[in-house]
């Protein structure tokens, strides 16, 4: 059975302030690491009412501590708004403290509008275009110090020095990415839940032309996907309504807090509206477990992928919870015990 992953966004509600929202983070991730999931990854987002983490390398460290078994990570640090040393010294540090159980995932977009990337990175060097292939191989010299003879930077040294980067993944939503991916050598993470490109395209593409490398000998991709499930459908279909109605206030810009399903159910759509909705509700699995797994089924075959990776936004803490523990009894995982 395929192993299964949490990528969350610790999302703040109309009930449930950022704080909060951080702190159902760690319960969840407790929550996980108990039902066998493999994996739990931190989304970078800056300026977003409905996300409270802008910074996943810290909530690492706490999650991290405060699980067993999970491998904890970022999904992802987006590269361009950190100076790649930094990223290097913290998630080197992050290995030393919690060896074998950190990830290192990489996104390329700023996560977040153009005002306040602009405030994140206005004190970096300014480098014109996308950067983040300069970035990404100046955050790989940190680890193989193959910076040309007389670089200044060979005698700067990533610290702690005696502890290797964890695993680089990179994250991606295109076929620019997987093919980034396959030819470095990394391991991949599509994000099927805001993608426009096909996923199955993206991950075979990638698989296909994957090069060994001193990062990976062997290709591993991730599927993430936004899935709702309760003992129902109904019950599902009322819990994605908060995702619904906070999709289509997204695509008009408006990014606020998740709403809750009696409010998205109240709502007075249009039938512009209801069909904007159809449309999202591609990237988005609804249903009792038998119908999630059956829906998610054919692309798993299709893509090849070797790990799914789960995104679960809902308004109530406890049926968020829920929902994992239904994903984990469909997909099989061994349960473990309380350390």
Same mark, same amino acid.
């Given at each position: 059975?395929?192993?299964?992953?949490?990528l969350d966004?610790?999302?703040?509600?109309?009930?449930?302030?950022?704080?909060?929202?951080?702190? #159902?983070?760690?319960?969840?991730?407790r929550?996980?690491?108990?039902?066998?999931?493999? %994996?739990?990854?931190?989304?970078?987002?800056?300026?977003?009412?409905?996300?409270?983490?802008?910074?996943?390398?810290? @909530?690492?460290?706490?999650?991290?501590?405060?699980?067993?078994?999970?491998?904890?990570?970022?999904?992802?640090v @987006?590269?361009?708004?950190? &100076?790649?040393?930094?990223?290097?010294?913290?998630?080197? /540090?992050l290995?030393?403290?919690?060896?074998?159980? =950190?990830?290192?995932?990489?996104?390329?977009?700023?996560?977040?509008?153009?005002?306040?990337?602009? +405030?994140? %990175?206005?004190?970096?060097?300014?480098?014109?275009?996308?950067?983040?292939?300069? %970035?990404?191989?100046?955050?790989?010299?940190?680890?193989? %110090?193959d910076?040309p003879?007389?670089?200044?930077?060979? #005698?700067?040294?990533? /610290?702690?020095?005696?502890?290797p980067?964890?695993? =680089?993944?990179?994250?991606? $939503?295109?076929?620019?990415?997987?093919?980034?991916?396959?030819?470095?050598? @990394?391991?991949?993470?599509?994000?099927?839940?805001?993608?426009?490109?096909?996923?199955?395209?993206? @991950?075979?593409?990638?698989?296909?032309?994957?090069?060994?490398?001193?990062?990976?000998?062997?290709?591993?991709?991730?599927?993430?996907?936004a899935?709702?499930?309760?003992?129902?459908d109904?019950?599902?279909?009322?819990?994605?309504?908060?995702?619904?109605?906070?999709?289509?206030?997204?695509?008009?810009?408006?990014y606020?807090?998740?709403?809750?399903?009696?409010?998205? /159910? &109240?709502?007075?759509?249009?039938?512009?509206?209801r069909a904007? =909705?159809?449309? #999202?509700?591609?990237?988005?699995?609804?249903? $009792?477990?038998?119908?999630v797994?059956e829906?998610?089924?054919?692309m798993?075959?299709?893509?090849?992928?070797?790990?799914? /990776?789960? =995104?679960?936004?809902?308004?109530?803490?406890?049926?968020?919870?829920?929902?994992?523990?239904?994903? +984990?009894?469909?997909?099989?995982?061994?349960?473990?015990?309380?350390?």
């Amino acid at each position: 059975m395929i192993p299964l992953s949490v990528l969350d966004l610790s999302v703040v509600t109309t009930a449930t302030r950022p704080a909060a929202a951080l702190r #159902n983070s760690i319960d969840l991730a407790r929550h996980v690491d108990q039902l066998g999931y493999v %994996r739990y990854w931190l989304a970078e987002h800056h300026n977003l009412a409905s996300v409270a983490s802008p910074a996943p390398d810290v @909530m690492i460290g706490q999650i991290a501590a405060a699980t067993s078994h999970l491998r904890v990570g970022s999904g992802g640090v @987006m590269l361009p708004n950190h &100076a790649p040393l930094v990223v290097a010294e913290r998630f080197k /540090m992050l290995e030393a403290l919690f060896p074998g159980r =950190i990830d290192l995932g990489l996104g390329r977009a700023p996560g977040t509008d153009g005002a306040t990337a602009y +405030a994140l %990175r206005s004190r970096l060097d300014r480098r014109e275009g996308d950067d983040f292939l300069e %970035r990404l191989h100046e955050l790989t010299l940190w680890e193989t %110090r193959d910076f040309p003879p007389g670089h200044p930077y060979n #005698n700067v040294v990533a /610290m702690p020095d005696d502890t290797p980067l964890p695993p =680089i993944w990179l994250l991606g $939503s295109s076929d620019y990415s997987s093919e980034l991916a396959a030819q470095v050598g @990394m391991g991949f993470a599509f994000a099927h839940h805001f993608a426009a490109h096909d996923a199955v395209d993206a @991950m075979t593409n990638y698989r296909m032309h994957f090069k060994p490398s001193g990062w990976r000998t062997t290709p591993h991709a991730i599927l993430a996907v936004a899935v709702v499930t309760a003992e129902t459908d109904a019950e599902a279909e009322r819990l994605a309504s908060s995702m619904d109605l906070n999709r289509l206030r997204r695509d008009r810009g408006q990014y606020s807090p998740l709403p809750s399903p009696e409010e998205a /159910m &109240a709502y007075p759509y249009t039938d512009a509206e209801r069909a904007s =909705i159809k449309r #999202n509700r591609s990237r988005l699995f609804v249903g $009792s477990p038998a119908t999630v797994r059956e829906k998610l089924q054919p692309m798993i075959a299709a893509s090849e992928a070797d790990e799914l /990776m789960i =995104i679960t936004a809902v308004y109530d803490h406890e049926a968020r919870k829920k929902s994992y523990s239904l994903l +984990a009894e469909a997909f099989g995982l061994s349960e473990r015990k309380a350390a």
